[in-house]
């Protein structure tokens, strides 16, 4: 026989060990940040219907968890808040004694090296469910027709950088904007600084899309809009270019981490910031994909511990150097061989 080909790349795939050496991409639970829905009470567990194994967790549970996920070398976490009562201002997101600053606190307490990060947002803090102020609610709580209410930008911002210095006085170490607002990082950076908490990194959901993917998160943080929804600011699904223009904008004003926001369906998006910038990327694995993910598992159609480190490794593959993923836990012990 001829010695064609002289290229044989099947050499390299022979055997686990071979493949395991020679892998250009590598997924760890260092990797990985863990986000947690906490709400009021104790000892309080409320299962999240439409994403299976995660749950709504009162503080005291909340730090049981923080300690599960720093056992199993997962270094951060990422707390939504799901307050006691709503308002047009969404003001429990800037009590220094709300949830997510007690939750803050009594994680540092417990697990002081998990680093904690905070989704600031406001959505589900306000009655209406959106991401900030809106133009016209009166004070009996009316909510303006979509067709005549608009979120409004520089007020928002205010209440932004005021909630932002009560989360990190709490304890957090890292405050991530998610509104998607204009000088929402510039706004945030200010009122840090301000109060001497230049040490506090900022990362910013800086190409944030208005997605169809986090449908189940709805439900998990109790913030659906009551009216209308985000896409006057959010991102359009089929813009790229949008994204580098914010992506540069919040480069420009301090962020010090970026993020995109779905991760699946914006894997290109992700390797065109990592081409682009050499500041730490996350990449946000949504509800709508882990649901997905588990119910196909469910119905036997897919493995799930298989799809799921797939999925993870692509996003990383696409330049993510971490991933917030609702698989964090799992993930982490499958990595370990649990």
Same mark, same amino acid.
């Given at each position: 026989m001829s010695s064609f080909p002289t290229a044989r790349p099947r050499r390299l795939r022979r055997t686990p060990a071979l493949r395991k050496l020679v892998r250009e991409t590598t997924l760890s639970a260092g990797n990985l940040i863990a986000p947690l829905f906490v709400r009021h009470g104790k000892n309080v567990s409320k299962a999240i219907g439409s994403m299976p194994g995660q749950s709504q967790l009162s503080v005291d549970l909340v730090v049981r968890e923080a300690e599960v996920l720093a056992r199993a070398g997962v270094p951060a976490v990422l707390l939504f808040g799901i307050p006691?009562?709503?308002?047009?201002?969404?003001?429990?997101?800037?009590?220094?004694?709300?949830?997510?600053?007690?939750?803050?606190?009594?994680?540092?307490?417990?697990?002081?090296?998990?680093? +904690?990060?905070?989704?600031?947002?406001?959505?589900?803090? /306000?009655?209406?469910?959106?991401? %900030?102020?809106?133009?016209?609610?009166?004070?009996?709580?009316? /909510?303006?027709?979509?067709?005549?209410?608009?979120?409004?930008?520089? +007020? /928002?911002?205010?209440?932004? %950088?005021?909630?932002?210095? +009560?989360?990190?006085?709490?304890?957090?170490?890292?405050?991530?904007?998610? %509104?998607?607002l204009d000088g929402m990082v510039g706004a945030i950076r200010a009122a840090l600084d301000a109060q001497h908490l230049e040490h506090v990194t900022i990362m910013s959901y800086a190409a944030k899309f208005a997605s169809g993917f986090y449908g189940p998160f709805r439900e998990a943080a109790e913030g659906a809009p009551q009216f209308g929804d985000r896409a006057q600011y959010q991102m359009d699904f089929g813009n790229s270019r949008e994204a580098m223009k914010e992506v540069a904008l919040d480069v420009a004003e301090g962020a010090d981490m970026l993020m995109v926001k779905p991760a699946g369906a914006y894997l290109d998006i992700i390797q065109r910031i990592r081409d682009a910038y050499d500041l730490p990327l996350a990449a946000y694995q949504v509800s709508g994909e882990f649901s997905m993910i588990k119910a196909a598992a469910a119905n036997g159609w897919i493995d799930e511990c298989r799809v799921a480190l797939e999925s993870l490794t692509a996003i990383r593959r696409a330049g993510a150097d971490m991933i917030i993923t609702y698989f964090a836990k799992d993930a982490a012990g499958w990595l370990a061989g649990r």
């Open positions: 006691s009562r709503k308002d047009l201002l969404g003001s429990e997101n800037y009590d220094p004694d709300g949830i997510v600053p007690q939750a803050i606190r009594a994680i540092k307490a417990a697990v002081p090296d998990m680093l +904690v990060i905070s989704d600031m947002c406001f959505c589900e803090y /306000t009655s209406h469910g959106h991401c %900030g102020i809106l133009n016209a609610p009166d004070e009996a709580g009316y /909510t303006p027709q979509l067709e005549e209410s608009y979120l409004l930008n520089d +007020v /928002t911002l205010e209440l932004l %950088g005021k909630a932002s210095v +009560v989360h990190a006085q709490a304890g957090a170490d890292i405050i991530a904007p998610s %509104g998607m």
